[in-house]
């Protein structure tokens, strides 16, 4: 599991881990490194906060080994979280296709992946796959899928042309006492921004640079985040050197999950103008340890400005975003700092909703 799909399943077991038991797979080592995990067992199941978790080598992800798993580990909904991954995904389909798997309820939930920005990347491919995949029955009238909002839905009823009510829609649980997971940093003169994410073009790293070249008031900027694509980097790269004088920026590489809200705490806002979004994790645990967002409009987290936390904006609108990170900049370090207790509260008030958590607990306990 990469970024906000794991947060989104270690978030789900920490609010529902004491109703159900959650068998988590995954690999044992992040996408595209050669490196597993310190001190992690392999070839057993490993007891995790609510859960327990198995990590699987490169040599455990073939057809045949998947199949043994998933065979020879009692469950009652296998729960597949991506629609386009090619191990956890595509070939468990597969073997169900060929009947080598046979699980009694399946809920597949894309997390993102029919949104309409991030599925026009590379969409012909997509679309290919799409096609393909239904007439080889992959999707049987079995399964059910999931959505983490009404818009990401009729996304994927539309693409997969299902009917509606096979699509539930549950909203991502976000983390539980965030605020108390980060401390607040020291005001600092220079406005200080941040964009944290995966550095893939969905999520608009180029965007950002690309604002950044239009603000006129003195500015850091750091990026943090691991880079999955290296053509991508090199024109984000390229982008850097053709930033203003007053915008001084760093690429400070990827960081641990456990580490994100303690960074996030050390900026005044966080610039993430992303083309889609089906929840957007990041944009909680920002606004959860009080640094406002400045984000696109293409996420459900939307009328920020009137709760305080942030600002959601026309993403064609590149003056916009600048024009709020100048006045941002305009602002003195106590004022800046003033205003992150309110943020906090605002955060605690949005990500308070028992609706969410019992659209959660309805997905798994009624399937």
Known sequence: MSGGIARTVLNTVEWLGDEFSFLIVTRDRDLGSDVPYADVPRGEWVTM????VRYLAPEELGLSALADLVNGTPHDILHLNSFFDPVFTIKL?????????????????????????????????????????RLAGFYGGGMRWHASSPHEAQGIVDAMRLPADRVRSAIDLPIRDAAALAPQAPPQERLRVVFLS???????????LRILQHVRRPMDFDIIGP?????YWA??????????ANVQARYLGPVAPEEVFQRLAGYDV?????HGENYGHVI???IAVGTRVLISQN???????????????????????????????????????????????AAADRLSDPVALEHNRHLYSTI
């Not at 906060?49 to 327990?52: A, I, V």
């Not at 995966?198 to 950002?208: Q, S, V, W």
């Not at 880079?227 to 053509?231: G, H």
């Open 227 to 231: 880079q999955e694509d290296p053509a």
């Open 49 to 52: 906060g609510r859960s327990r």
């Open 270 to 274: 966080f610039l993430f103008p992303s």
């Open 198 to 208: 995966r550095l893939t073009r969905e999520k608009n790293l180029d965007g950002a």
């Open 284 to 286: 909680a645990e920002s």
């Open 235 to 244: 024109e984000c790269a390229a982008l850097l050197k053709q930033l203003p």
């Open 93 to 133: 389909l597969l073997l169900m296709r060929l009947g080598r798997i046979r699980p009694a309820r399946v809920v597949m939930s894309p997390r993102g992946e029919f949104v309409e920005g991030p599925l026009r990347i590379k969409y012909p491919k997509k679309k290919l796959y799409i096609e393909l995949s």
């Open 299 to 345: 996420t459900p987290w939307r009328g920020l400005a009137a709760d305080g936390v942030g600002w959601d904006l026309d993403l064609a609108d590149t003056g916009a975003f600048a024009t709020v990170l100048d006045e941002l900049a305009d602002q003195s370090p106590d004022v800046r700092a003033a205003v992150r207790p309110a943020v906090r509260q």
